[in-house]
């Protein structure tokens, strides 16, 4: 009885929360704050009144937890304040169920938003192609791929993904999770390496070791040739997916907007870093902020954050100007429309439940 109540309130503040969302792109704070008081009232009283201490300490792990990780999600640039407040009302609601893979309950809104990353994939790929259909725009995914930055990155996917596909084809036997591990650290750094050369002697070298293992344990056989093409089939329709998204992406959420019509709370594309009079927009990254973290460049010379889910203040609408005045950046500004995140929430909780 006590998981269900919890179950059916969270369900009740997802499907408000999502219909909001889908309307304005904002979860009101009233319906936060209702959900937050509610949630931590029942399961304080729930606590005293069943004598069960328990319940109050896991209660408080898991907002500390939640409230920790979500804030440097955010303060990332990955998610939107909304969300950290949502989730932190998923954490109140957590019911007393056993999550998959043994995780402890104070990961529940952790684990809800990973299910929800995979949940909106679908959801963005669908309406992208809904989106190319409605208007005619068929051969913009073809044409994305079709450029000769695209088809280099296609070629470097395909011997990367089938380098990784002879791993597993030699670690057959080896423990699931080392494979993946091994194979997301080491295309994460090919990938990353910039100089080409030092990129393909990386592959070659790989490619030789690997071979001269499959070679001396007698597993190299036609059925390699069906693993490149099983590859290659891989690559291009993820490749095709990818430019299905991107083609429509800057139509369905980027837009422009002159300098001196800027208004507080709008979201920029880029992020404006401006040190000993040099300007430079960076996307805000992940990856990008870590760089400058580690090489101590971020805060100083960082006077405009796009990834604040508030949006711009007036100050840095003041910045922008006085840069527009002296000729160091264009009249339009490219902003970004958020993404309703919630549905994807709700998909993944009620899958999270039925788990």
């Given at each position: ?199 393909y002697i990386v592959l070659l070298l ?131 429309k958020t993404q309703a995140f919630a ?13």
């Open positions: 009885m006590y998981s269900l109540v919890l179950i059916f309130f969270a369900l009740v503040f997802l499907v408000i929360a999502t219909t909001t969302d889908m309307k304005s792109r904002e979860i009101p704070n009233w319906l936060i704050a209702f959900f937050l008081v509610f949630g931590f009232a029942f399961k304080l009283i729930f606590g005293l009144v069943s004598k069960q201490p328990n319940l109050i300490y896991a209660l408080l792990l898991s907002l500390a937890v939640t409230f920790a990780v979500f804030f440097l999600l955010w303060e990332f640039g990955v998610i939107a304040g909304g969300d950290l407040k949502l989730f932190l009302v998923l954490a109140v609601l957590t019911p007393d169920i056993a999550l998959p893979f043994g995780l402890p309950l104070f990961l529940f809104s952790v684990f809800v938003f990973v299910v929800a990353l995979f949940m909106s994939l679908p959801w963005l790929l669908i309406y992208s192609m809904y989106f190319i259909i409605k208007n005619n725009l068929y051969m913009a995914p073809i044409q994305g791929m079709l450029k000769r930055k695209s088809l280099l990155s296609l070629l470097n996917s395909v011997l990367v993904v089938f380098l990784l596909s002879l791993v597993f084809l030699l670690f057959g036997a080896a423990t699931p999770v080392i494979v993946f591990v091994f194979a997301f650290v080491f295309s994460f750094i090919v990938f990353k390496i910039r100089n080409k050369k030092v990129f790989a490619y030789a070791v690997m071979l001269y293992l499959l070679l001396s344990m007698s597993l190299f056989s036609f059925s390699i040739v069906y693993l490149l093409l099983e590859a290659i089939l891989f690559v291009v329709v993820f490749s095709f997916l990818r430019s299905a998204y991107s083609s429509v992406k800057e139509k369905l959420l980027v837009y422009e907007k002159q300098v001196t019509e800027l208004e507080e709370g709008d979201l920029l594309v880029y992020s404006y870093y401006y040190d000993n009079n040099k300007l430079e927009l960076v996307k805000p990254t992940f990856i990008n902020k870590v760089k400058r973290l580690l090489n101590s460049s971020y805060y100083p010379s960082l006077k405009v954050d796009s990834s604040k889910s508030c949006g711009l203040s007036k100050e840095e609408i003041d910045f922008l100007k006085g840069l527009y005045e002296h000729n160091l950046i264009d009249c339009k500004i490219y902003l970004r549905p994807a929430v709700l998909l993944g909780y009620i899958l999270t439940i039925m788990l």
